[in-house]
Antibody, heavy 121, light 108 residues
């Protein structure tokens, strides 16, 4: 059974840092690109960041570029999101998601349960 | 980035109703469209991909159609567990893929 379990969320002050983790199981983690998607309270889904299966390629939404870093450790089946210079508008539930598809066209077939990041003084 | 617009943003219906949600892309996306269902406090769940392909385990009362810029999600006979928020997602242009703003389906 595919499982994605996020952790690392919590309360952080504006300007602070936090590292999220997503532990994967039930599939060959190193064969899949992975993503982070967030959802602010009462709002819709926002694409945050993506990383290729071997970690060689990454993508960031403009809203987080230069402040967030996505990475992965395929030996530990774990995805990470290092978040820095956090702002009030970064407050959201952060989901990790596995992609399916081919030839540059990918949708999300499995999602974690999410971890809440609260940015407040 | 490609903009996805869903309509309506919210509406109410009754158990047993047939309902349709529309998603429009700001440019052609072929059939690279997915639909997700999200219940309060839960992660999104994939329902349909490639505009009309049902994800394994999803009830057959859900169906999708469309290509190019206009797409629909239809629920043929609403069940109580179907009251949720639905999102469309284009994955023609990737990254980023983009989501619609969501359609909240409530009980009448």
């Amino acid at each position: 059974e595919v499982q994605l379990v996020e952790s690392g969320g919590g309360l952080v002050q504006p300007g602070g840092s936090l590292r999220l983790s997503c532990a994967a199981s039930g599939f060959t983690f190193s064969s899949y690109a992975m993503h982070w998607v967030r959802q602010a309270p009462g709002k819709g889904l926002e694409y945050v960041s993506a990383i290729s299966s071997n970690g060689g390629s990454t993508y960031y939404a403009n809203s987080v570029k230069g402040r967030f870093t996505i990475s992965r450790d395929n030996s530990k089946n774990t995805l990470y999101l290092q978040m820095g210079s956090l702002r009030a508008e970064d407050m959201a539930v952060y989901y990790c998601a596995r992609v399916r598809g081919s030839s540059g066209h990918y949708y999300f077939d499995y999602w974690g349960q999410g971890t809440l990041v609260t940015v407040s003084s | 980035a490609i903009r996805m617009t869903q309509s309506p943003s919210s509406f109410s219906a009754s158990t047993g109703d047939r309902v349709t949600i529309t998603c429009r892309a700001s440019q052609g996306i072929s059939s690279y469209l997915a639909w997700y269902q999200q219940k309060p406090g839960k992660a999104p769940k994939l329902l349909i991909y490639a505009a009309s392909t049902l994800q394994s385990g999803v009830p057959s009362r859900f169906s999708g159609s469309g290509s190019g810029t206009d797409f629909t999600l239809t629920i043929s006979c609403l069940q109580s567990e179907d009251f949720a928020t639905y999102y469309c997602q284009q994955y023609y242009s990737y990254p980023p893929s983009t989501f619609g703003q969501g359609t909240k389906l409530e009980i009448k």
